[in-house]
Structure formats: C-alpha cells, structure tokens
C-alpha cells in the first residue's frame, strides 16, 4: 500500500489512517538502507583488580529497533532498561549515557574471575558477552601521597598531583574520593590514575585566611591528606 494511497483512504473514512499506520511502522522499523540490529559490542577495559574502582564503558552499535502497539496503533523505541556485570546489575536509572553506549562505576564487590556482560532491554530481550570482563587479584597498594600544595585563593581551580604507593603502584588506574578540611571542594569524585599518577583539577570554597587540607579516600578505606595550606585573600 504506498503513503498516497492511504492518504486518499484516510480521507474518504475517518479511520483510515490507522488502517495505513502498522505496515508502515513495521516497514519502517525492519528496513533501511544500511540497517542493523542492536548489538552489544564492547566492554571496555576488559579488566579491573579487585581493590580498584573504575569506569566501564559499555558499547552498543546498530540502529535501535521498535516495537509496535497493536493496541494502539504506535511505536515506542526500546530502550535499556539494565546493564549487568556477573551478579552486578545497574539499573536505567545509575548509568551515563554516551555517544556508543553507557558508563557504569564498577564497585569493589565484584568477585573475583570472568564475567559476562548482559544489557537488558524493554521488550525483554537480553544482549550478552559471555566472560567478556575479568576482576583480578587485588594490587598491592598501601596508600597514596600528595604532592605539596602551596597556598590557593579559593574559587580559583589549580592541580594536585596524587601518586599510588607499593609494589603495584603503576599498575593502579582507579579513582578516588575527595573531601577538604574547613573547605568545600570540587569535584568529590577524581578522574582516573594513569600508572599509579593522578593529576587532578580542583577548586576549594571557603573564607580566606583559612588554613585548610585535601584529604582523599580510595574505594578499600585507604586515606592520606595533603599538607595545610591557607586559602589567600585577593
């Protein structure tokens, strides 16, 4: 039935365009050129140790399907309803989105060993990568060390440098949280270590003249803080 067709029948009859809606829905849904379905493509770093919190980002390639209300004559986009690694699941609700798929905080909970990555749908559907994510031994980390911060003038963002320590050291990628003495501070949550070194960007509120610290936490409860220093007045 071609689109002019059914305008014509829609209107001599009242109805007639949802006698015309579901063909064209489903054609639309099922065809195109260079169509392909939704797939889980790619986990990504593969693996993570046991005593480091990281960032995994789950890739999805392929054009998102639809799935039609016979009811109602509509189409609704199916959406990820679930991302899971192992017995680790994430709901819609606790992942950011990106331009390939979705990031997830992976906690330190995870046990150790191969993991298969599953992605969830609304229609039900389950896409998986079995053993696609691995949790490895725990590194040897025994804390980490913050380089000597001269006096800041609150408001304005400088970098602090921040290094794992042990025998692991430039095996640890993680993150870690982040809090100041008699100061605000952002961001609480810090970017990626790359080879145990981490150079954060930070900004510190609070009333000049104070004498404050940084002090960091990594995901097992290991702590450090910074030297004092003194928020200037400008």
């Known amino acids: 039935m071609s689109i002019r067709g059914c305008h014509e029948r829609g209107s ?17 849904s099922n065809s195109g050129p260079g169509g392909s379905p939704l797939t889980l493509s790619s986990v990504t770093p593969t693996s993570m140790a046991a005593n ?42 606790s992942l ?11 906690p330190v909970t995870t046990p150790q060993g191969r993991q298969d990555v599953r992605v969830l749908l609304s ?16 590194l040897l980390i025994n804390g980490f060390t913050i380089d000597y911060i001269l006096d800041r003038y609150p408001g304005e963002p400088f970098t602090m440098v ?25 961001p609480m949550e810090s970017a990626a270590f790359d080879a145990g070194v981490l150079e954060q960007e930070v900004t510190l509120t ?12 990594d995901c097992t409860g290991l702590r450090t803080q910074s030297n004092d220093f003194r928020l200037l007045s400008h």
């Open 12 to 28: 001599l009859a009242g109805g007639g365009w949802r006698l015309c809606l579901l063909p064209l829905l489903w054609a639309c």
């Open 206 to 217: 609070g009333e000049p003249s104070s004498v404050v610290f940084i002090q960091l936490e």
């Open 52 to 93: 480091a919190c990281i960032d995994v980002k789950v890739g999805l390639t392929g054009e998102v399907p639809l799935t039609l209300d016979y009811g109602t004559s509509t189409a609704e986009t199916v959406t990820v309803t679930q991302v899971s690694i192992g017995q680790q699941a994430f709901p819609a609700s």
């Open 123 to 138: 229609d039900e559907r389950e896409l998986v990568l079995p053993g696609a994510f691995e949790v490895t031994e725990p």
């Open 162 to 186: 921040i290094r794992a320590a042990g025998v692991d050291a430039e095996r640890f990628y993680g993150k870690v949280r982040l809090s100041a003495g008699r100061a605000g501070i952002h």
């Open 96 to 106: 950011k989105r990106t331009a390939e798929g979705f990031t997830l905080q992976l």
